[in-house]
């Protein structure tokens, strides 16, 4: 997971001086957006909504289909707290990776998952492990769909411990980032994610920044 985000990295570096940056959505002047990759997952991704609901803030939570289709519950309750959902693939695989049949699941396939659950088509798709490639983002634009980079990753999936998740965001907080934790996948342990959380919104207002949701 670390190495491919680290690959995933380095495409951004590569291809960063052309499409990868105008894809790029920031959050609002003078916020930041949250975001939460790889779920939903039923035993945390209803904590990180309870956490953002008692600071009366909104994140954009980008989903793999598959569990979307395993967990249509919890797509639901992310929607009718206020938040954005945006598409993370079917089954998180390198999109740079796939035949045109393997593309064709992992970007329309997931979209209508998610879309006869939610009743809306998702905006956008973050490709996993920020791998991507013009054939695969354009691709993605010809659907209809716009194909967002990763944010600034916190690593919160190497469990580093709670203050390290909180000081690795903070380095990337400033007004219009775009900031990377995760809520899934089944099975795993995000309970330092949801013990970061809210010291992390507690530091980020210290700054003076609000929050806002990218992708809705
Ligand atoms: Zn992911």
Redesign the pocket.
């Known amino acids: 997971m670390k190495l491919l985000s680290t690959i995933g990295t380095l495409c951004i570096v590569i291809f960063g001086a052309t499409s990868v940056v105008a894809d790029n959505i920031p959050a609002q002047h003078g916020t930041v957006a949250l975001t939460f ?2 779920g939903p997952n039923p035993d945390y991704t209803p904590k990180i909504l309870a956490v953002l609901k008692e600071n009366h803030i909104h994140a954009t939570f ?1 989903m ?1 289909a598959a569990n979307a289709k395993r967990w249509p519950y919890l797509v639901k309750m992310i929607l009718a707290d206020g938040n954005k959902i945006g598409n ?1 693939s079917y089954t ?1 695989p390198m999109l740079t990776k796939l035949s045109a049949a393997g593309l064709h699941h992992e970007v329309i396939d997931s979209e209508n998952v998610i879309a006869n659950i939610a009743g809306f088509r998702p905006a956008c798709l ?1 490709y ?2 920020g791998a991507s490639n013009a054939h695969v983002r354009a691709y993605i634009h010809a659907a209809g769909i716009t194909p967002v980079p990763m944010g600034w990753n916190t690593f919160d999936y190497d469990e580093p411990g709670v203050q390290k998740i909180v000081s690795q965001a903070m380095k990337g907080v400033h007004s219009g980032a775009v900031i990377l934790m ?1 809520d899934g996948f089944p099975g795993v342990n995000r309970s330092q994610t949801l013990a970061a959380l809210p010291i992390l919104i507690a530091d980020v207002r210290k700054k003076g920044l609000g929050f806002s949701a990218i992708c809705g």
């Open positions: 990759d790889d980008f793999v993370h998180h973050r996993p492990f995760h």
